[in-house]
């Protein structure tokens, strides 16, 4: 199986050079599992940054992208198409929102809340634009979303930024009141800050926030890009706080690995009128049938309570490596978890991991002092215990 004593350096000069990339190439993929070039295989903990919520390759979204492919690819925006609405209905059924517009990119669904927000303000606000957004947050990598961002150093890359996002900090409403000016028109956040860390926003806090918005005026945007669709063992991660805000962003899992996201609102704020918000792919009937096959699978009778479980399964793993290396714990909501290594290893303990044999295992570092964990959301416990068995060794390594 393992010809790792032949390791061609790939040749990919063609490719643009926009991340270090090591030198495998990816080949196939099922469920947990990814295979490279020489046959060695890799228990993914990553799942292409959480985006292919049902594992590689899942039988449904195969089987929903082959029928949709053989009778209808896209009509073009300018038609319905019965994807588009079954998979409308199913997102607005099961939140409470009332409309959906169909995007490729978490990146695109932000950029329409964003112009959402501020065609609302210049409708009810008298021109009202700013969005109140959180230190360490992301919300993608067009200039408007960087610009929302509250990203390290993301103030000056390709500056100027778009202006309009003043920065208060999660968990900490009085920073959000400092914010205000007659010229808010709204405040942004995630549920659980995914790529700052895996933060989640505290209980008191977002039912506070809500409160506050609503007495300002003031529109509340979620962006589950990353932790919404099951992330958290919710359906959407809102729901754990017993709110309702009034823009939703979806990207990520709702695609289950293919290019598809949503932006969705209620009927008071659904504002664009036609001309204002559009795009080439938007609601094609290919993408929204793979929707409807991983909204569907989420919904199965014991699906979201078996990622509460395995979350806490997973939990209770990483404590024990917490105890046995002395670490400083772990974090996270559902199977969005983060291990809180207490020193910068974290880097170091990703390329073991992935050189790891026979096995890798992939897994990710936002912070040099913090490992994320995304696996499919149909992991198993057997495979929750290899990745900590495998990470047992490696923290023995490094310690
Ligand atoms: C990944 C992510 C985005 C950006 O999504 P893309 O599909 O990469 O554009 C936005 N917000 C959050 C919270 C994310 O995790």
């Known amino acids: 199986m393992n010809q790792l004593s032949d390791p ?8 643009m050079h926009i991340t270090k990339r090591p030198d495998i190439i990816m080949m196939e993929g099922n469920g947990s599992w990814l295979v490279d070039q020489n046959g060695k295989r890799y228990l993914d903990f990553l799942q292409g940054w959480a985006v292919n919520c049902l594992g590689h390759c899942n039988p449904g979204i195969v089987s929903a992208l082959n029928k949709q492919a053989k009778k209808l690819i896209n009509p073009s925006p300018a038609f319905y198409n019965e994807p ?15 409309k959906v517009f169909f995007a490729n990119s978490g990146a695109e669904a932000n950029e329409g809340a964003i112009k959402l927000a501020r065609k609302w303000g210049q409708l009810h606000k008298d021109g009202a634009y700013e969005i109140i957004t959180f230190d360490h947050s992301f919300h993608g ?8 961002s509250g990203k390290p150093g993301w103030d000056t890359l390709f500056a100027p930024q778009v202006p ?27 549920p659980v800050q995914g790529e700052g860390g895996v933060i989640p926003a505290d209980d008191a806090f977002m039912k506070e926030l809500r409160q506050l918005t609503k007495e300002r005026n003031l529109l509340l945007i979620v962006d589950e890009v990353q932790a919404g669709f ?9 729901q754990h706080f017993g709110i309702e805000p009034d823009i939703m962003t979806l990207g990520k899992g709702i695609g289950g690995g293919v290019p598809l996201a949503a932006l969705l609102c209620t009927d008071a704020v659904a504002c664009f009128v ?38 806490e399964f997973l939990q209770d793993e990483l404590l024990k490596l917490c105890s046995e290396f002395g670490l400083q714990g772990e974090r996270g909501k559902g199977l969005l978890r983060a291990l809180m290594l207490g020193r910068e290893i974290g880097p170091s303990l990703v390329e073991l991991a992935r050189e790891h044999e026979p096995q890798g295992l992939l897994i990710n570092s936002p912070r040099p002092d913090l490992l994320r ?18 990470l047992r060794v490696l923290l023995k390594k490094l310690s």
Do not use: W
């Open 84 to 98: 588009m609405i079954r998979l409308s209905d199913l997102l607005t059924n099961h939140s409470c929102f009332d």
């Open 373 to 390: 964990f995304m696996p499919a959301l149909n992991v198993t416990e057997d495979e929750i215990l290899t990745m900590c068995a495998t």
């Open 230 to 238: 099951g992330r958290t063992g919710k359906l959407f991660a809102y």
């Open 8 to 15: 061609r350096p790939v040749d990919a000069h063609s490719v």
């Open 274 to 311: 036609p001309g204002d918000q559009g795009g080439t792919y938007n609601g094609n009937a290919l993408m929204t049938a793979v929707g409807i096959s991983v909204i569907e699978q989420l919904l199965a009778p014991g699906f979201l309570a078996s990622v509460i479980q395995k979350g």
């Open 141 to 148: 990598r067009t200039l408007a979303t960087m610009s929302a």
């Open 164 to 190: 309009g996002f003043p920065k208060a900090d999660l968990n900490d409403i009085e920073s959000v009141k400092r914010c205000i000016t007659d010229k808010t028109v709204a405040v942004m956040l995630e």
